[in-house]
């Protein structure tokens, strides 16, 4: 037996170069693409924004602010009270206004890096100097890989292209990514953005990819490499579905909910990942603009979990509460409203042209106005912007060179490799590349580019389609077989045709922005237009296996697929990325043993045609016929589950060592000693004076893993919990993960550091934490362990 340190996972793999087309503009097109890039090339700032340019203003010096030897605090403090009320306002919306006298120049908030450096947004753009920056998988598929290391890996990546940029003058230091909203309908357009529906996988992806970003090189813990921002903030996932928009929608959550699904993520973010920022949302959430409730704001980001940054709006969510939701009569109370709840800055411009209109009507004070262009600036000065010239820093050596890297690239195929679930294989998968003579390759997503690149993106490295991933192993031929995922007609004649002439079959269908996107949520859960007959008589037709491909950010009903024998294999690839087609050849001939695990539920179309996508509760209701919300509280049929995922080995799971009773010690007067209590807070004297076994606050699981195949695999070992039936507990939730990887017949033993306290509780009716008494149930694999926690 070897033990799970030896097994350390590896995160790199290997990449194959793109083909480039052999297409030849013509000469007056050439002149033009050649006057453009001159253009851009002169439009372009070759340096760095930044204030305190001592070197070019020697009277700089002379500030406080910009002296480098005193605490950032006094920086803050001494900048701030150089302002004038109408300087101190245009530091509270995304464009800040500079102040030319005190050498602070223009500088742009909104750049957005939710899975590689993006173009969204104002502070980013692309050039002859750096024409693009490695992207990596939509966040949904990375987030499959259940790989924390990974997921910083990924953020560090990220960060370190995003410097690069700023050195050269295109782009800013504060990111509005990630996006760690609860996938919690399968039809939100917006659930490939998120890493899915789990709160404790979200909040360890939230934590890694926001640490990745930030973390810097130096010794200075207070320093930032680039801020990130959780967005947004909260039970927010909706957008647009059947006329119901976000920004009116009213998402009416109970306080149960709230803490122990929406919130848990966003309070990782900020408690564990000590983010810089978080964006509050569009919606309102029991009747209130999230961006103009102080409770939310100053009352729990601020005041229960002390975010240490700033707080900005979505854009123009001020004014949407305004306008939209008609919260406040005048723009200058929706103003005064927001800052007065803790709002920082504003995505937009409201707040620049009502604040001060707003302060002489008595609405909201200047030291109010003080405080959020402290948080503002506090940032900024975290992230060096104050400390002269960048070249001269830390990160001052990077460059253009330091942009799409063999390195970054190739982490941008593992990246996709880790996260591709085989969802079904009936033996035919690995295909050997020796035994295809001609591989047809069918369907609307085989030869794409952007689409694997889904939305919140940059302008990639380069592109390897499915189709030419597999080119690139074998003889292929190729039909799109629809003119796009809309599919209206399909070519099923000539689909089949060809199916019928090879020795396999790959089909890659699905979706893209067109069907799920930002504002565009969807209304079923089928394959769109004529993509299932397109499946369905292609796989009778076909002469050898057929394996189907699923590029999409959420799921689909895909029975017909699971329950037909004529499909051999069913891969689900999200939005792989830049190098998705490398990956998905790489997993079909098995040069990759996929170990990806769905990060979200599967459900059938039956699902969502009872369920309104406003109802928020994620708990069923008996009473209606309300079946409830992800795998935590749903306990109806599912096309897959979450945490499916299949193999090329077999993995065998045996428990060896876990308690099996747990004793809390109460105090003397502890009403539990008198009265018969189903559970107890879960704080107090009781969580310091837990005993099991050898006593102490926590217990360990260990679960030994034991490859039985004939290849290496990568396994990743969930550990659940089915806690007593108190408080509308979870029918099962997760506990903890870990990835490792074994060689044939190897074996290791995997822990789990259990606090009785922390997750054994679960959060009761009124939002606070409980420890249920009586039988929890640990689940690991078929493996399951009852433990008793008693008084």
């Not at 069907?515 to 796989?539: F, H, K």
């Not at 998705?580 to 695990?597: E, L, Q």
């Not at 799971?653 to 010690?665: D, I």
Request: charged share 20%; net charge neutral; glycine share 10%.
């Amino acid at each position: 037996m070897i033990s799970q340190e030896s097994k350390l996972f590896n995160t790199m793999g290997s990449s194959t170069p793109l083909k480039r087309s052999n297409r030849a503009p013509s000469s007056v097109f050439s002149l033009f693409l050649i006057f453009l890039c001159l253009l851009d090339s002169l439009n372009a700032q070759s340096t760095p924004v930044f204030a305190c340019d001592v070197a070019g203003n020697p009277s700089l010096a002379a500030y406080g602010f910009c002296n480098t030897a005193i605490k950032i605090e006094y920086r803050v403090a001494d900048l701030v009270a150089r302002l004038t009320l109408q300087e101190k306002i245009g530091v509270l919306t995304s464009k800040l206004h500079g102040v030319t006298r005190l050498g602070i120049p223009t500088y742009e908030w909104w750049s957005e890096a939710l899975h590689g450096v993006s173009y969204v947004g104002p502070g980013t753009h692309f050039s002859g100097q750096v024409p693009g920056a490695t992207s990596f998988p939509q966040v949904i598929l990375t987030a499959a890989s259940f790989n924390v290391s990974l997921f910083q890996a990924i953020g560090k990546v990220v960060s370190t292209e995003a410097r690069a940029m700023y050195n050269v003058g295109l782009a800013g230091l504060t990111y509005w990514s990630p996006n760690v909203n609860i996938f919690r309908d399968p039809r939100w357009g917006r659930g490939q953005e998120t890493p899915g529906e789990d709160p404790l996988l979200s909040s360890k992806y939230a934590t890694g990819y926001v640490k990745g970003l930030q973390e810097t090189d130096s010794s200075g813990a207070n320093r930032l490499k680039v801020a990130a921002c959780c967005k947004h903030y909260t039970a927010y996932d909706l957008d647009n579905w059947k006329g119901v928009e976000r920004y009116s929608f009213n998402a009416v959550v109970n306080q149960q909910d709230l803490d122990d699904t929406y919130q848990p993520p966003f309070k990782s973010c900020v408690v564990d990942g000590n983010v810089a920022s978080v964006m509050c949302s569009y919606n309102k959430v029991n009747g209130k603009p999230t961006c103009a409730d102080p409770d939310l704001l100053s009352g729990v980001i601020r005041g229960e979990w002390k975010l240490n940054g700033y707080i900005v709006s979505d854009c123009d969510s001020v004014d949407v509460l305004y306008k939209n939701q008609h919260y406040t009569k005048t723009p200058e109370e929706a103003a005064a409203i927001s800052i007065n709840a803790g709002l920082d800055l504003n995505c937009g411009y409201f707040l620049g042209d009502h604040t001060e209109a707003a302060v002489k009507a008595g609405l909201v004070k200047e030291a109010a106005i003080d405080n959020a262009i402290s948080n503002n600036f506090l940032t900024l000065m975290r992230l060096g912007f104050f400390d002269g010239d960048p070249k001269k820093q830390i990160y001052g050596g990077l460059g253009p060179k330091d942009v799409c890297t063999s390195a970054n690239q190739e982490l941008a195929a593992e990246a996709a490799r880790q996260g591709i679930v085989l969802l079904k294989n009936t033996g035919s998968l690995p295909l050997s590349p020796k035994a295809i003579k001609t591989l047809a390759v069918i369907g609307p997503n085989a030869n794409v580019t952007k689409t694997m690149i889904g939305n919140y993106e940059g302008t990639p490295c380069k592109y390897t389609t499915p189709l030419q991933g597999l080119a690139g192993t074998v003889h292929t031929t190729y039909l799109p077989g629809c003119s796009n995922v809309a599919c209206l007609v399909a070519d099923v004649a000539g689909a089949t045709k060809l199916a019928a002439e090879a020795d396999a079959t790959v089909l890659v269908i699905g979706a893209d922005q067109s069907i799920e996107a930002e504002s565009r949520d969807r209304v079923d859960l089928n394959l769109p237009g004529q993509q299932q007959e397109l499946v369905t008589q292609v796989a009778k037709a076909a002469k050898g296996p057929v394996l189907l491909v699923i590029m999409s950010g959420g799921g689909f009903d895909i029975t017909f697929a699971k329950n037909d024998a004529k499909i051999a294999g069913i891969l689900w690839v999200g939005y792989p990325g830049e190098a998705g087609g490398i990956a998905i050849a790489d997993v079909i001939f098995g040069r990759y043993n996929p170990s990806g695990r769905l990060p979200m539920t599967w459900y059938p179309q039956s699902y969502v045609e009872k369920v309104p996508m406003t109802n928020m509760n994620m708990r069923p209701d008996k009473s209606n016929g309300y079946p409830g919300r992800t795998y935590r509280f749903y306990t109806g049929e599912t096309v897959y589950a979450f945490g499916d995922g299949l193999s090329y080995t077999k993995f065998r799971h045996s428990l060896v060592k876990a308690p099996r009773l747990v004793s809390l010690s109460l105090e003397e007067n502890h009403v539990c000693r008198s009265s018969e209590c189903q559970s107890l807070d879960a704080i107090g004297p009781h969580c310091d004076n837990v005993v099991s076994g050898k006593g102490g606050t926590a217990f360990e699981v260990q679960i030994k893993v034991q490859n039985g195949g004939d290849r290496e695999g990568i396994h990743t070992v969930f550990l659940f919990t089915t806690p007593p039936a108190v408080h509308g507990s979870p029918r099962k939730h997760l506990l903890g993960f870990e990835k490792i990887r074994l060689g044939k017949m190897e074996e290791a033993v995997v822990k789990f550091k259990v606090d009785v306290c922390k997750d054994l509780s679960v959060v009761d009716e009124v939002g606070k934490r409980k420890i249920g008494l009586g039988r929890h149930l640990l689940h690991v694999g078929d493996v399951k362990h009852s433990l008793s926690i008693r008084i």
